[in-house]
T-cell receptor
Framework: DSGVTQTPKHLITATGQRVTLRCSPR?????VYWYQQSLDQGLQFLIQ???????AKGNILERFSAQQFPDLHSELNLSSLELGDSALYFC?????????????FGSGTRLTVV | AQTVTQSQPEMSVQEAETVTLSCTYD???????LFWYKQPPSRQMILVIR??????QNATENRFSVNFQKAAKSFSLKISDSQLGDAAMYFC??????????????FGKGTHLIIQP
């Protein structure tokens, strides 16, 4: 157990639908990162939140959004889903402080769009 | 933007032998971090080893060591005494220093490591 909890582990949904993926960071970590792993694109950084604020954006589609709540858990919202959104979505956390470079990954949410 | 290239889609090694996985990267920055992550069939991403670019000494973690060549922008991973449990996808990753923590990792496409018993 890495300390980063992602739910659900698996999700199957239809095209056009909306889903929410949840991540609880490791205790004490303030930064949360979302990554997408697909066969086509490999591992891609989507977005980072630090203590409730968006801090960095990667290759995140406009149909996707995220937020981090006061208790530091984060949610990734995926809407108007397409077949190509099928992927493994990882959350990672870190302390986010100066000199911090250590990420801890969760076990991922496998999203299948049918 | 930074790019990370892993030129070996698949590598195979006999158990107990040594194998080296290659990684090159492209950046205009002088300070950054480099990582090797392991992804076994369970899909969990596990940090294997990390290197700060300002450190000249190559990082070592037990049977895992790196050969960091900053001028050549090369960051290879050496696994000694390979074990069956080392079989996995291995990803090289880059992280900028200048972002002050405000950035994500840039990953290579990965190398699938097979351990032959």
């Amino acid at each position: 157990d890495s300390g980063v909890t992602q739910t659900p582990k698996h999700l199957i949904t239809a095209t056009g639908q909306r889903v929410t993926l949840r991540c609880s960071p490791r205790s004490g970590d303030l930064s949360v990162y979302w990554y997408q792993q697909s066969l086509d694109q490999g591992l891609q950084f989507l977005i980072q939140y630090y203590n409730g604020e968006e801090r960095a954006k990667g290759n995140i589609l406009e149909r996707f959004s995220a937020q981090q709540f006061p208790d530091l858990h984060s949610e990734l919202n995926l809407s108007s889903l397409e077949l190509g959104d099928s992927a493994l979505y990882f959350c990672a956390s870190s302390s986010g402080g100066a000199g911090d470079y250590g990420y801890t990954f969760g076990s991922g949410t496998r999203l299948t769009v049918v | 933007a930074q790019t990370v290239t892993q030129s070996q889609p698949e590598m195979s090694v006999q158990e107990a032998e040594t194998v080296t996985l290659s990684c090159t990267y492209d950046t205009s920055e002088s300070d950054y971090y480099l990582f090797w992550y392991k992804q076994p069939p369970s899909r969990q991403m596990i940090l294997v080893i990390r290197q700060e670019a300002y450190k000249q000494q190559n990082a070592t973690e037990n049977r895992f060591s790196v050969n960091f060549q900053k001028a050549a922008k090369s960051f290879s991973l050496k696994i000694s005494d390979s074990q069956l449990g080392d079989a996995a996808m291995y990803f090289c990753a880059y992280r900028s220093w200048s972002g002050g923590g405000a950035d994500g990792l840039t990953f290579g496409k990965g190398t699938h490591l097979i351990i032959q018993p």
